[in-house]
């Protein structure tokens, strides 16, 4: 069973960045990242493939975040950039346990997920 651990959330103002780490204490394949706003449902952000070569992106997020990964480190990354309000959720990273094509914006498609961060962005 693969434990996944985000950290880097918190407070920031609008404008500003922040840098989530998602740590796997085993080897996944392809990785995305998740949010969930209160009252809303959880939607996607952003994933990568199992060898960093191809990410995916929320439309209106394309431009201010970043995914990336080091396979040495089994770790995800999510910059994000000229953080909005809009933007406040809880934010979870999700794994696949193995190879698969399917879509990596549905959440369906992922066997793992970590317990969220707490991103709040204020105005």
């Known amino acids: 069973q693969v434990q996944l651990v985000e950290s880097g959330g918190g407070l920031v103002q609008a404008g500003g960045s922040l840098r989530l780490s998602c740590a796997s204490s085993g080897r996944t394949f392809n990785m995305g990242w998740f949010r969930q706003a209160p009252g809303r449902e959880r939607e996607f952000v952003a994933a990568?493939?199992?060898?960093?070569?191809?990410?995916s992106y929320a439309d209106s997020l394309k431009g201010r975040f970043t995914i990336s990964r080091d396979n040495a480190k089994n770790t995800v990354y999510l910059q994000m950039n000229s953080l909005k309000p809009e933007d406040t959720a809880v934010y979870y990273c999700?794994?696949?346990?193995?190879?698969?094509?399917?879509?990596?914006?549905?959440?369906?498609?992922?066997?793992?997920w970590g317990q969220g961060t707490q991103v709040t962005v204020s105005s």
């Open positions: 999700a794994a696949q346990g193995r190879v698969s094509s399917a879509p990596m914006f549905l959440a369906s498609v992922y066997d793992y």
């Open positions: 990568i493939k199992w060898g960093g070569s191809s990410t």
